[in-house]
């Protein structure tokens, strides 16, 4: 399973970011997914999820900023990040949620938020 996430970059505050993640490996239609992130000095953390419905559950501290969606036809979730903040800087990466048995890490992508 490879999980490979893309799209992170330099960002001004306040601006827009949309990353990609693309499962290989895997039967994608089937499995709910996440995005994740993990800030220097602190633990990885879940910030949206996505039902194989298409449900959606935010952080709250993203909540109304970001947005996950997904194509099952290209084995791809999407994460929208609007309103951005400096402390929202971390490598950013996808993966099951944190109730499965979740897979490998892939490397992440970076995303900094700095004028």
């Known amino acids: 399973v490879q999980l490979q996430a893309s799209g992170g970059g330099l960002v001004q505050p306040g601006g827009s970011l949309r990353l990609s993640c693309t499962a290989s490996g895997i039967i994608f239609s089937i499995h709910p997914m996440g995005w994740y992130r993990q800030a220097p000095g602190k633990q990885r953390e879940l910030v949206a999820a996505?039902?194989?419905?298409?449900?959606?559950n935010y952080a709250d501290s993203v909540k109304g900023r970001f947005t996950i969606s997904r194509d099952n036809a290209k084995n791809t979730i999407f994460l929208q990040m609007g309103s951005l903040k400096p402390e929202d800087t971390a490598v950013y990466y996808c993966?099951?949620?944190?109730?499965?048995?979740?897979?490998?890490w892939g490397q992440g992508t970076q995303v900094t938020v700095s004028s």
């Open positions: 993966n099951l949620p944190p109730s499965y048995n979740i897979y490998p």
């Open positions: 996505i039902a194989i419905g298409g449900n959606t």
